[in-house]
């Protein structure tokens, strides 16, 4: 498993690995949410070849894509939200919230790596 940096859709703002941000204007229109921008990676165990399946996910990420709520396991409720920011890594409530969506993530993706296709 690896990490990644992606760019946030509509916005300028670059999300790197897993973790929180916190976007909006004042506090009313405050907007937290978490991100996971991780890959999977699989080898061959006798010859290490790396084993792809890109279309693996296609129809999970196209129905995350097509979703007209937000996903709870991004959305965030802002009091959650650490203040000051670096102090998210000793966070209780964010750490579990994180390896939920990183787990179904996974649960997204492995079913294709692990099929005999």
């Given at each position: 498993?690896t990490?990644?940096?992606g760019?946030?859709p509509?916005?300028?703002?670059?999300l790197d690995g897993?973790?929180?941000?916190n976007?909006?204007l004042?506090s009313?229109?405050?907007?937290?949410h978490?991100?996971?921008?991780v890959?999977?990676s699989?080898l061959d165990g006798s010859?290490y070849?790396?084993?792809?399946?890109p279309?693996?996910?296609?129809g999970?990420?196209?129905a995350?894509?097509?979703?007209?709520?937000?996903?709870?396991?991004?959305?965030?409720?802002?009091?959650l939200?650490?203040?000051?920011?670096?102090?998210?890594?000793g966070?209780a409530?964010l750490?579990?919230r994180?390896?939920?969506l990183i787990?179904a993530?996974l649960?997204?993706?492995?079913?294709?790596?692990?099929?005999?296709?």
């Amino acid at each position: 498993m690896t990490r990644f940096k992606g760019q946030h859709p509509g916005t300028n703002l670059m999300l790197d690995g897993v973790g929180a941000y916190n976007r909006g204007l004042g506090s009313v229109l405050r907007h937290s949410h978490l991100f996971a921008n991780v890959s999977l990676s699989m080898l061959d165990g006798s010859t290490y070849e790396q084993i792809n399946r890109p279309l693996g996910n296609l129809g999970a990420r196209l129905a995350r894509g097509l979703q007209l709520t937000e996903d709870p396991l991004t959305k965030l409720d802002n009091s959650l939200f650490p203040e000051p920011a670096a102090t998210a890594a000793g966070n209780a409530a964010l750490r579990e919230r994180t390896r939920a969506l990183i787990a179904a993530r996974l649960d997204e993706v492995l079913p294709s790596y692990l099929s005999n296709d």
